[in-house]
């Protein structure tokens, strides 16, 4: 298959399916041509450059590439749509950013930190836009569910991996806090009491 | 001291009927997250060092919020007032005088509340780094083509009976609804029949009443038909014609008449 | 504006919208600029010349125009829509559920039971499957369609009739097959540990 009409191909793929493709779907699309990841790869590349000066970009996500419409453009797109995207609440990214940086995580976890309860309503439309998924049940009375991030969730909120999510801000301190104020430690005197009695042998 | 003065006259306290616009109360309400992230406020409204907040003074701003919220006769979510109580807590503990003996096992009433807030308001700087990645539909959109398929072109799909069930479980249960918890039998077939009588409509526009019974079924038939019309006469989806007193009855769909 | 700047942003609107887009609709892109009708199709004159000897192209429909696959693509496409069974949505799921289990149903009434909107999508994509049809319009303001399912969508599930829906007592024996099910095969919690890893690549 000549290198312009496979790009061609490509191309027409990334663009023809809503979900990202990865190296391996796109060798799916030629079963019997004499076509390699290699190829693929050079592909995609090419088509990199091609969209270097346009309006849409090629972007690289956890389950795959994916053709996107550039951040540039979205404010002329915006007077397109009549509704506005839905803002998301405090309460909704609290409880999303606590569910990605802490999966698997319990509602009651989230409630334990947040301070308040979490609605209903919250996680319904977290599980309604594939971003939260349910990964299993803890066993502890009342079995509950532990959440977690979907790739959905990655790739709407692009990002290829959640290694890519912002760094958690460190907790100030926390070591040389503990030490000072002598908390953190769930048993600290009996610990000390089995030291003594280690050395009293 | 007065927080007010209305036509001379000074006002200590805020009066009861005061009014406020339901929208004033909801902003309270989601200005602040639940008790943590109020305490938060008040520490970095005041520019004050986390790991060594004066508990006297916050515990005293924090107990006015509330009362404040209290006055404006606001439903304070319990949380607030499990906070309060904490508080309260930890400032009596600072109070009690330290043990000499047990100076170095003493820990501090104040550390995990530390704590928390600190796990609390690395989230909520979480939250915000979330909120400001490049979002799909808000920052940017999918670029697609139409796939222009053949006909005759079917997907292969996985569909599993159960998986139906258990969403109809799950969205019957979020709804919550207590006439739905017993789907019987009857009511599907009396579903079922609904369906096949509208059906007929959108072939036939009218159908003769009769003609919706017929003597095989026998009565249980003739009573599943029966309550299938009422439920769609009920539903207003349903007209019943007849063409003189006493006449054959004719069904049609709804609004499709004079 | 540059015109070539004004292609990428046509381009890009394209790209970005389900629906087929007119002139006037691109030129409402443009609310501030001074773009013209001719500036418009001289963008999109330029984009079928790009278009030309591409996997894609613009097609000029009644509502405007689109870009779609070309036919001499679609035999290498076919190989990953085959290869690719689509799982069903959470959201799908459960309208097609309200569907069956609740017909003749509006979809206001889908609304109000799940308290979140309908997508179009969804209710197109059943329908293209010819698993939902309309049954009637229900006489109040708006006259809403009356949604029912079809006899393909029996056949698809297996069923012979309606009754054969399993009855909601049922679920009780499910649910706890389902999790005895899950936990022997699926393992969700090794589940999340791999979605981790998978992200640590």
Known sequence: MEIKELK??????????????????????????????????????????DYADRGIELKCLSKGYRIQTRAKVQPWLKNLTEQKPKKLSRALLETLALIAYRQPITRGEIE??????????????MMERDWVR???????????????????????????????????SEIKDIETLEQELQFGEENPPQEASQTMDESDE | MPFAVVEGKPFTAMP?????????????????????????????????????????????QYVEYIKLMHQLNFELAAEYLVMAAMLAEIKSRMLLPKPASEDDDEEDPRAELIRRLQEYERFKQAAEDLDGLPRIERDFYVAQAYLDKQP???EIIQVDIRDLLMAFKDVMARADLKVSHEIERE???????????????????????TSLFTRKEGRQGALVSFLAVLELLKAQTLELVQNQPFGEIYLQAAGNGS
Not at chain 2, 187 to 209: A, C, N, P, Q, W
């Open chain 2, 187 to 209: 009511v599907l077939s009396v579903r079922d029949r609904m369906t096949s009588v509208l059906d007929r409509l959108l072939k036939e526009k009218t159908i003769s009443f």
């Open chain 2, 152 to 154: 005759e072109q079917v």
């Open chain 1, 134 to 168: 349910v990964l299993g049940y803890r066993d502890v009375p009342g079995k509950p569910a532990m959440l977690g991030t979907t790739k959905t969730f990655l790739d709407d909120f692009n990002l290829s991996s959640l290694q890519e999510l912002p760094s958690l």
């Open chain 1, 8 to 49: 061609n191909t490509v191309e027409a793929a990334l663009m023809a399916f809503d979900e990202p493709l990865s190296v391996k779907d796109l060798l799916q699309l030629f079963p019997e041509e004499q076509v390699t990841s290699n190829d693929i790869n050079q592909a995609i590349n090419d088509l990199e450059m």
């Open chain 1, 112 to 125: 334990d930190i947040r301070g308040v309860a979490v609605s209903s309503k919250i996680i319904h439309y």
């Open chain 2, 16 to 60: 009861t009927d005061l009014y406020i616009p339901p929208d004033a109360l909801e902003v309270i309400l989601e200005a602040f997250e639940g008790p943590l992230d109020l305490l938060l406020y008040l520490i970095r409204r005041q520019n004050l060092d986390i790991l060594n907040i004066p508990i006297y003074d916050i515990t005293k």
